[in-house]
């Protein structure tokens, strides 16, 4: 259960950074996105307003070129009929070399010119929605009055006026036109602003171009967002559900293991026992066709065919016995002392809890691990799991026999007497006194259908070790069981 947690405690975190991860990259990728596009459209308008001033500053040098002398055709100046060619010219007007500029703006704007060589504005104020300019040129000087609002080509305008949230307008000298109002900036500047600032390709008319553009929260891209955070949760509940079934198939092979292991320890058990009890049989008769071959010798010697049948019966007495030993010998666990190695407890314990963790949850127990965090002792790895995993379940079974809500298992790790200890103690119904002389004998069991050789079987490979197993009734209640082995380079 702790490792189930331990990999719950990284899934979790994991999947909360990989998901905020994920999302502040379409965030930050859709703001990119966006601003690409703002600037497009931005540059896309600066060139088309750069066009029309430029336009201005060509029909003005054009109108100097010509000096046009008197009307046309039609009786009107040519420079009248302007503004019904280019719907920006409000009105067109000219001073000849014997005359003044009907107002002083327009004067001071024709000396300008004449000293920049090219077109002047008169007193320019955008907030009213025109101005004017004019070209200094000999014997005529000329002036456009110009419409803003007239001048932008909306047939080429890269946005929509009415529904853009883009602002965009011209800025010269502290006034300022608004050419497209764009979505209103919202209070407390929460978001992202986009600005672009750009003057015009006219010296004549340094109006500067500014696009701004303000982003709120609502137009991040959620739904995209919401779908890769569920995306990735999805995902990583699938990986989480792959990890637990390969972890619960690796729990099944390592039971599956150490049953194996276990079955074979029991067939040594059972088998030395059974050649332990056929063993004193044999070495009976062999006693006593030896004893009776000892008195026919007293005997005349007509008893001879007797004493040779007897002798013979004692050969083959004694085959048998050989027989038996070396079925002992052949079926008897090998000699775990030249298996030995470093082996961390406090490791098999966690083996051990981790693939009983099934066991612990169906039964509503959750062990309590105490004591010393490495311990490491001299000990055969396999032999160690088996008698670690055979003292808790044990402990569980025994759980069984009490209420759910007072069931309590701990095992406790240290150093007792310069051995390595390990204590199982659970809040089971205890040993009954009658029984625990008897726990370790083999072929004794409390359960119906036990063998009796688990406890046996874990004293037998203990003692093996060098180590030992005791039970007990602490006064708290229950019982404990407790493993000792000879600590890692302190030999027995």
């Known amino acids: ?20 991860g994920g999302a502040v990259w379409l965030a930050r990728s859709s703001l990119a996105d966006q601003r690409a596009l703002f600037e497009t459209d931005a540059r896309i308008v600066h060139r088309l307003l750069s066009q029309q001033v430029v336009q201005h500053d ?25 503004p019904a060619l280019y719907p920006q010219i409000l009105a067109v007007q000219r001073r000849d070399a014997n005359q003044t500029w009907p107002d002083t703006a327009l004067a001071e704007a024709e000396a300008a010119s004449r000293t920049a060589r090219r077109a002047a504005l008169a007193a ?8 004017r300019m004019v070209l200094a040129a000999t014997p005529t000087s ?18 929509q006026r009415e529904s853009s949230p883009v602002r965009v307008s011209l800025v010269h000298a502290g006034s300022e036109h608004v050419i497209q109002p764009g979505a209103p900036a919202k209070a407390g500047g929460s978001g992202w602003r986009f ?19 303000d982003v709120g929260w609502s137009q991040l891209p959620w739904g995209r967002m919401l779908a890769w955070m569920l995306s990735v949760a999805f995902l990583l509940a699938a990986l989480r559900h792959l990890q637990r079934q390969r972890s619960e198939r690796r729990r099944a092979e390592e039971l599956l293991r150490l049953g194996q292991v276990g079955r074979l320890n029991t067939l040594g058990e059972l088998a030395a026992g059974m050649a332990h009890e056929l063993n004193q049989p044999l070495t009976a008769v062999l006693a006593n066709t030896q004893a009776a071959q000892r008195l026919l010798n007293d005997e005349p010697p007509a008893i ?31 000699d775990t002392a030249g298996q030995q190695q470093a082996v961390d407890l406090v490791e098999a314990v966690r083996r051990a809890l981790y693939l009983l963790e099934p066991e612990c949850k169906r039964r509503g127990v959750e062990p309590v691990h105490e004591g010393a965090q490495n311990l490491m002792v001299q000990a055969d790895p396999v032999a160690l799991d088996q008698i670690v995993h055979n003292l808790i379940l044990n402990a569980l079974q025994a759980l069984e026999q009490v209420e759910a809500t007072k069931r309590r298992l701990v095992l406790t790790l240290g150093v007792h007497g310069g051995q390595a200890e390990l204590a199982v103690a659970d809040s089971g119904p205890g040993i009954a006194p009658d029984v625990l002389p008897r726990l370790f004998e083999p072929f004794f069991s409390t359960r119906e259908n036990g063998l009796g050789l688990g406890l046996s079987l874990c004293e ?3 003692q093996g070790m060098g180590g030992s197993i005791t039970a007990a009734n602490p006064p708290a209640g229950g019982a404990v069981f407790r493993l000792r082995l000879p600590l890692k380079g302190v030999h027995p």
């Not at 060509?58 to 109108?63: M, N």
């Open 58 to 82: 060509a029909i003005l040098a054009t109108l100097a070129l010509l000096q046009p002398d008197g009307a046309g055709p039609s009786g009107t100046p040519p420079e009248q009929r302007l």
């Open 124 to 131: 320019p104020d955008l907030h009213s929605g025109r101005y």
């Open 142 to 159: 000329y002036a456009l009055t110009i419409d803003l609002r007239g001048m932008v080509p909306w047939s080429e305008w890269p946005m």
């Open 460 to 462: 037998s490979l203990a």
């Open 1 to 20: 259960m702790r490792q189930s947690w331990q990999s719950l405690k990284w899934w979790v975190p994991a999947g909360v950074a990989i998901a905020l």
């Open 195 to 213: 600005e672009f600032h750009k003057v015009v390709a006219a010296e004549s008319q340094p109006f500067d171009v500014v696009a701004v553009r």
């Open 304 to 334: 001879d065919t007797a004493r040779g049948a007897m002798t013979q019966a004692a050969e083959q007495a004694r085959r048998a016995a050989e027989v038996v030993g070396r079925l002992r010998r052949a079926v008897e666990r090998p």
